[in-house]
């Protein structure tokens, strides 16, 4: 049990990608070290501090079913370590056996009975191996990484079902305040119809007039319907994260109604990527693949095994406990391997399945900083952007103004009342997409950087049993991540 493994020694793979972040015109100016906020270890009511939101992501906490599997796969993977770490110790069996026997007259000598009875009880360890060579406990290691992986992908899990309720909340918001741009806008385009009817009857304007009126009026009576199927199919997807319908007093009026996020920056390093979930699970992977070559690599050395028992036998129950019945076997078994072709493939394919944990760990490290560059390149330029609409919208509207003015003095056709009309609406829209293209960043920003963490409520939430399960996990762990020898 205490035998050497043949594991080859871990060290954590070279970086893949650059060690400081993108720089240039599209991306923020460095933060001073005290703006850096270390998204692993903010829980997540510090960063969503809307209270609506709040209490939508508890129930998506409490009854999302993806994340109830996440947490059972948890469970299983804990269980079938706790199987695989058993085989380090002998197993200690008691059994009691009757038997009872007729022999054929032929075979018996004078004066032995034809029906022969025999009462056995027995202590024992069955075929216990020996782990000299490490091969268990190499298993036993990579079904701990096994289980360390499948921990953080529900953290993981977790991470992304909070982002996703989040960004669900904030496209209601932007269809809400859609359907309220849609609505004054048909408002709008009904007085302007009015008007319009008006001045046709008064014989001031031609049909054509009146009838792109309509059209305008059509127009935003669509928009009316397209966004309110928009938001019921929103209200869906809400309700089916939270794993239950969410009351309307929760969901929010409009995008200036959501309390803002606080402000995340990933520091000056990238290496604050490696405390993602993602990229701790594959890294685990990638360690119990190391300790699956330490298990083919044993496979090659001996087997030693030990079968031993005491008991005691007798022809009578009643004298099966009596002085003298005792009985004792002790039965060590070695099995060397001189020719298997199987144990050699194992080890070749223990070897490519360390090189794919190596290449998914890279790949996986690569797509985080990926993601963290653009979240930075939108963080870098959204305000500005921001900037440039609101701007065009007020130039709009004033446009706008003026045309309604002038078409009501006679001075200009209605087509420019009509293109001013356009333009106001779709900058109000691209407006609106624009706030919300700022808050979902952020939203991307903190599930990028690995936030998630589980508030006090949360923590406080965990039963005993789970305490205690995870303390005999650690007190377990202690006798496997040794050194190599």
């Known amino acids: 049990m205490n035998g050497c493994t043949m594991a080859p020694k871990y060290n954590r793979p070279g970086s893949s990608i650059p060690e400081d972040w993108p720089k240039g015109d599209a991306y923020p100016k460095a933060q001073p070290e005290a703006n850096v906020v270390d998204a692993t270890q903010l829980k997540w009511r510090e960063f969503f501090i809307d209270p609506k939101l709040q209490q939508i992501i508890q129930m998506a906490l409490q009854n999302n079913r993806d994340l109830r599997i996440a947490v059972l796969n948890v469970e299983r993977a804990r269980a079938l370590y706790g199987i695989q770490r058993s085989e380090l110790f002998p197993v200690l069996d008691a059994t009691g056996a009757l038997s009872k026997q007729r022999y054929s007259s032929d075979f018996l000598n004078p004066g032995y009975p034809k029906v022969v009875e025999q009462y056995s009880a027995d202590l024992g360890i069955t075929s216990w191996e020996i782990d000299f060579f490490g091969r268990i406990r190499s298993l036993t290691k990579q079904a701990l990484e096994e289980y360390l992986s499948t921990q953080e992908t529900r953290r993981s899990a977790q991470i992304a079902l909070i982002s996703e309720v989040a960004r669900a909340y904030l496209f209601i918001a932007k269809v809400e305040t859609d359907l309220s741009l849609a609505r004054s806008t048909l408002k709008a385009q009904e007085d302007s119809y009015n008007l319009v009817l008006r001045r046709y009857k008064a014989s001031l304007v031609s049909e054509i007039d009146l009838q792109r009126a309509q059209t305008q009026v059509d127009t935003a009576k669509g928009d009316v319907i397209l966004y309110t199927q928009r938001l019921a199919e929103y209200v869906n997807a809400l309700n089916f994260l939270a794993g239950a319908p969410v009351p309307k007093n929760l969901l929010p009026v409009n995008l200036d ?70 009985t004792w076997i002790y039965n060590p078994q070695i099995v060397m391997p001189i020719f298997d072709m199987r144990t050699w493939a194992a080890y070749r394919v223990s070897r490519a399945d360390q090189k794919i944990a190596l290449t998914k760990y890279e790949k996986t490290v690569q797509t985080a900083f990926r993601e963290v560059a653009d979240i930075l390149a939108i963080q870098g330029t959204v305000e500005a952007q921001i900037a440039v609409q609101q701007s065009m919208v007020d130039s709009a509207q004033k446009v706008y103004s003026l045309s309604e003015k002038r078409y009501a003095n006679g001075i200009d056709s209605y087509l420019s009342v009509l293109d001013a009309q356009r333009s106001l609406y779709r900058a109000q829209k691209e407006l609106i997409l624009m706030q919300l293209y700022k808050l979902s960043n952020q939203v991307q920003a903190y599930a990028a950087l690995g936030g998630g963490g589980l508030d006090d409520a949360d923590e406080g939430k965990r039963t005993s049993r789970d305490y205690l399960e995870e303390k005999a996990l650690s007190l377990l762990d202690s006798g496997i991540r040794k050194p190599e020898r």
């Open 257 to 326: 109604s959501v309390a803002l996020f606080k402000d995340i920056f990933p520091g000056l390093s990238s290496n604050v990527l490696l405390k993602r979930p993602d990229i701790l699970a594959a890294e685990h992977e990638l360690k119990g693949a190391y300790a699956n070559i330490g298990a083919a690599r044993a496979a090659f050395f001996p087997s030693i095994s030990l079968t031993t028992a005491l008991g005691s036998a007798s022809s009578a129950f009643t004298n099966l406990f009596s002085a003298g019945r005792g």
